[in-house]
């Protein structure tokens, strides 16, 4: 099994910063593809930015520019740094993780799965 544990979400004014991380633990070797989702009330849960171990990216379009996900594989850990926030990033966000290094934006995808951190961008 892996457990995810994200920190780093809270409130912030539009335009400020935030970084998230995502700490893996258990049976990390399982863990190829990680990445961030975010979901808001009402909304459905949607994927904001992905990696793969060997460092291929997906960002939505809507954060292009604006957010950057990185990982340390050393620590086991994944990060979000999200930059120009607006009121619309406020969600709860998510770090999911999968076995294969294809990244697919469907939810179901995922085997693993963080509590969440919430993000609220005030205007």
């Known amino acids: 099994q892996v457990q995810l544990v994200e920190s780093g979400g809270g409130l912030v004014q539009a335009g400020g910063s935030l970084r998230l991380s995502c700490a893996a633990s258990g049976s990390i070797f399982s863990i190829n593809t990680m990445g961030w989702y975010r979901q808001a009330p009402g909304k459905e849960r949607e994927l904001v930015a992905a990696?793969?171990?060997?460092?291929?990216?997906y960002y939505a379009d809507s954060v292009k520019g604006r957010f950057t996900v990185s990982r340390d594989n050393a620590k086991n850990t994944l990060y979000l740094q999200m930059i120009s926030l607006k009121p619309e990033d406020t969600a709860m966000y998510y770090c999911?993780?999968?076995?294969?290094?294809?990244?697919?934006?469907?939810?179901?995808?995922?085997?693993?799965w963080g509590q969440g951190t919430q993000v609220t961008v005030s205007s």
């Open positions: 990696i793969s171990s060997g460092g291929s990216t």
């Open positions: 999911a993780a999968r076995p294969e290094a294809l990244i697919y934006s469907d939810y179901e995808r995922y085997d693993y």
